[in-house]
């Protein structure tokens, strides 16, 4: 898939995403506000757990994902409105890959 899209307008996407691998899962799950009518940005309202914190890993899947699928970076604000963290089985790629998926789905409709 590689259409190009001029407006998405404004959407809230949510992706979990669970990988097995072995004994391991590979987990992590956001929920993105999108506003394809203001330029980009990329903020975040969540407080995450602990010391750890992957917003910039949430932030690298979505703009992998517009610079893929739409070619740049100059519109769309995306804001990090939920996440859900697992203290076990949460990783940086798992947010990255919930963040891309959720990011294609908000280019979809």
Known sequence: MNAKREQ?????????YL?????????GAVRLRFDSFQPY???SSVIWAG????????????ERALMEK???????????????FDEI????HGFQSSAYAATCAALLV
């Open 8 to 16: 998405t307008g404004q959407i809230e996407v949510g992706f979990t």
């Open 51 to 62: 010391n750890e914190n992957f917003e910039k890993y949430i932030q690298a899947g979505v």
């Open 70 to 84: 739409t070619g740049s970076l100059e519109n769309t604000k995306v804001e990090v409105i939920e996440i859900e």
């Open 41 to 43: 940005s990329f903020s």
């Open 89 to 92: 089985n949460s990783t940086p």
């Open 19 to 27: 990988r097995h691998l072995g004994p391991k899962i590979e987990h």
